[in-house]
């Protein structure tokens, strides 16, 4: 099973920053947050991931506790194209010998007009 | 911007018989994937494949499956004998797997449009 827990729905008003919240209190040191979202029945699409730090790409920000067992992804201003299952997973960096994504459910997050 | 294609998107068989699935990964990526969706449900692991041989695989890939990686570009997942229960959709992924020190992996995994599978 995954080693994340998500909420299972999020709503978010269009325009506005959509904070995606994530718990992986059992994370290893040496593994990594990755972000993926899945539009409909669409591939799943890589978004941002990180390790301690945070991080920012042109799709969105990942902030991570000091104590890495929680995260947050924040879209800055969601549109209706960002309506999909957003997916926050743990995995080993290179080197860990399991390269495998372990999807859990998701958040399924609605952007609203 | 370089994507990872899979056809055909849509694939519809009868049972008992062999369907083979393909894929072209991102071009330079070393590490090749398979997943399946059946409808409504997680996104599940099927194998991982580097320097032509699986390095992963799930419980779900078992004898009726098979990959290969038949020329310098495509990558193919083989069913032999499909049954209703292999009806879903089929995600290929590849990924650079390059470390860069002291910086984050660069091995993400990019994600193919999928391939319908349905088994009548």
């Known amino acids: 099973d995954a080693k994340t827990t998500q909420p299972p729905s999020m709503d978010c008003a269009e325009g506005r920053a959509a904070n995606l919240p994530c718990n992986h209190s059992t994370i290893s040191g040496n593994e990594y947050v990755y972000w993926y979202r899945q539009i409909h029945s669409q591939g799943p699409q890589y978004i941002i991931h990180?390790?301690?730090n945070n991080e920012t790409n042109e799709m969105a920000s990942l902030i991570i506790t000091e104590d890495r067992k929680s995260s947050t992804l924040i879209l800055p201003h969601a549109t209706l194209r960002d309506t999909a299952v957003y997916y926050c997973i743990s995995r080993g960096g290179p080197g860990a010998g399991s390269y495998q994504l372990t999807f859990g459910k998701g958040t399924k997050l609605s952007v609203i007009p | 911007e370089p994507e990872v294609t899979q056809t055909p998107s849509h694939q519809v068989t009868q049972m008992g018989q062999e369907v083979i699935l393909r894929c072209v990964p991102i071009?330079?990526?070393?590490?090749f994937y398979w997943y399946r969706q059946i409808l409504g449900q997680k996104v599940e692991f099927l194998v991982s494949f580097y320097n032509n041989e699986i390095s992963e695989k799930s419980e779900i890939f078992d004898d009726q499956f098979s990959v290969e990686r038949p020329d310098g570009s495509n990558f193919t997942l083989k069913i032999r004998s499909t049954k209703l229960e292999d009806s879903a959709m089929y995600f290929c992924?590849?990924?650079?797997?390059?470390?860069?020190?002291?910086?984050?992996?660069?091995?993400?995994?990019?994600f193919g449009p999928g391939t319908r599978l349905t088994v009548l």
């Open positions: 071009s330079n990526h070393l590490y």
């Open positions: 992924a590849s990924s650079p797997l390059l470390v860069v020190w002291r910086s984050s992996s660069t091995d993400t995994q990019y």
């Open positions: 990180g390790l301690k």
